[in-house]
């Protein structure tokens, strides 16, 4: 699976991304995790199954719709207690329900 989280700048949603890819790797699944800008997001959406907005970017969710479901890829904003705590288990458990 091939999870895309965007935020501002990229830059805060990595530490979730790692602690993803943490939870994946403890679950025996290699998963392709990666963060980027929001702004990124167009070029990045390629082979994606699931769109993930860090809550401080919500107000760009508009916008993430209009890309991201023409091409059938699923896309929230991850839930602040999720966020907030970087919770990487429930990040995942998160972006599989999108599905």
Partial sequence: MK???FCV???STSLLVNRMREAAAGRG???DIRAYAESDMEKCLDGVDVALLGPQSRLALKKARALCEPR???VAVIPVAVY???NGEKALDF???LL
Wanted: no cysteine; hydrophobic share 45%; net charge negative.
């Fill in 72 to 74: 059938g890829i699923p």
């Fill in 29 to 31: 699944e290699d998963l």
């Fill in 95 to 97: 972006a599989r329900e």
């Fill in 3 to 5: 999870i895309r989280l």
């Fill in 9 to 11: 700048a990229g830059m």
């Fill in 84 to 86: 907030s705590e970087m």
